[in-house]
Every structure is written in C-alpha cells, then in structure tokens.
Antibody, heavy 121, light 106 residues
Framework: EVQLVQSGAEVKKPGESLILSCKASGYDFSSYWIGWVRQMPGKGLEWMGIIYPSDSDTRYSPSFQGQVNISADKSISTAYLQWTSLKASDTAIYYC??????????????WGQGTLVTVSS | SYALTQPLSVSVALGQTAIITCGGNNIGGKLVHWYQRRPGQAPVLVIYNDANRPSGIPERFSGSNSGNTATLTISRVQVGDEADYFCHVWDSGTGVFGGGTQLTVL
C-alpha cells in the first residue's frame, strides 16, 4: 500500500527556518516524481515544485523558485520542503504528492495527510 | 500564466446529478485531472486524463473536456460526496490548480 506520511504541525516565528518531511512507503521511491502543494487558509491549491529522487532533478513553480528548497533522500525514501526564513504569509497546509506518470501531463495519485504550518510572532 | 476558473460553490439535491466546471483557455487541448477533498482529509484523485477513473472511484464520477471547459459530473449524488473539488492541468511544466468548488448536498 502506497503511503506518504508527513511530519507534524509546526508553529514558528517569522525569520525562523523549517524543514518538513514526507516519508514514502509501498513503492520504489526513486522511480516517481514527488512534490509539494500549498493550501493557504481559505484558498485553493498551489503547486510548489517537484523532485525526482533518483537523480535529484528538481523543478519549481515560478511562484516558489528561490523561496523554498525541495530535496529528497532516497536512502530513507523521504522528501523535504525547506525554508531558511519564514514569513507570516507561509502560514498554510502543505501536502506532499506523488506524481503518477500515466500520461505526459501526469496527475498526483497519492497525497500525504498534510502539515499545518503556522508562522506568527 | 495559465489560469483555471471554477465556480465557488455548487448545490445539488441528494440523488441528483452535480456538474462542476473548470474553465481555461483552450483547456480542451490539455489533460485535466480532478481531486476531491473532504473536510479534514487529504485530497483524492477522482478523475485523471479528462475522463478516467482511478481504481476504487465509483462509476458515478465522470469527466469530459472540450473547448474552454472541462466538466466533472457526479451522478446520483450521496451525502459522502460533499467536499471541495479541484481541477488540475500542467502548463509549460508548471502545475496549475483551479480555485476549487465546494459541493453541497441538499
């Protein structure tokens, strides 16, 4: 059974750093792109970026390029989303997602449970 | 940048048919995916590549895509279908989501 299990909720202050994790199981982690999706309070979904764990090829949405860092450790089947300096506007739920290469415009077939990040002074 | 437009809300009587639209410039030339997000739960893929259902998704869920509008149709709506629904496409290597539609079952 495919599972994406994310790290727990975080409460941070502006300017602090943060790393979220997403532990994958039930499939060959290296062979699927894995990414992150943001949902700000009361808003829709936003695609942030994606990484191919086999070679660490990483793509970012233009909206998030330079704002976050996406990485993966294939030895422990875990993907990460990292900030060096959080802002209040980073308050959101973050989902990790697996991309299913069923076509040249693939869907996300599995989602993590989401991690709530609250940034407040 | 490419944008997808969804109605904020759709209401439908129990047992009737719900139609949720997703508008975009020539969206018919793209492959559209749909996700269901029940309150407090992670999103679930319900339709992929315009009209295909993943394993485990009821036949009541169907999709179509043509011109400037993609459509998610839910037949014989049940209380458990009450959720937010999001459409999704890829444009120039970037994932794009619609704003989401809240489905209310009356």
């Amino acid at each position: 059974e495919v599972q994406l299990v994310q790290s727990g909720a975080e409460v941070k202050k502006p300017g602090e750093s943060l790393i979220l994790s997403c532990k994958a199981s039930g499939y060959d982690f290296s062979s699927y792109w894995i990414g992150w999706v943001r949902q700000m309070p009361g808003k829709g979904l936003e695609w942030m970026g994606i990484i191919y764990p086999s070679d660490s090829d990483t793509r970012y949405s233009p909206s998030f390029q330079g704002q976050v860092n996406i990485s993966a450790d294939k030895s422990i089947s875990t993907a990460y989303l990292q900030w060096t300096s959080l802002k209040a506007s980073d308050t959101a739920i973050y989902y990790c997602v697996r991309r299913w290469e069923v076509s040249n415009s693939p869907p996300f077939d599995f989602w993590g449970q989401g991690t709530l990040v609250t940034v407040s002074s | 940048s490419y944008a997808l437009t969804q109605p904020l809300s759709v209401s439908v009587a129990l047992g009737q048919t719900a139609i949720i639209t997703c508008g975009g410039n020539n969206i018919g030339g793209k492959l559209v995916h749909w996700y269901q997000r029940r309150p407090g739960q992670a999103p679930v893929l319900v339709i992929y590549n315009d009209a295909n259902r993943p394993s485990g998704i009821p036949e009541r869920f169907s999709g179509s895509n043509s011109g400037n509008t993609a459509t998610l149709t839910i037949s014989r709506v049940q209380v458990g279908d009450e959720a937010d629904y999001f459409c999704h496409v890829w444009d120039s290597g970037t994932g794009v989501f619609g704003g989401g539609t809240q489905l209310t079952v009356l």
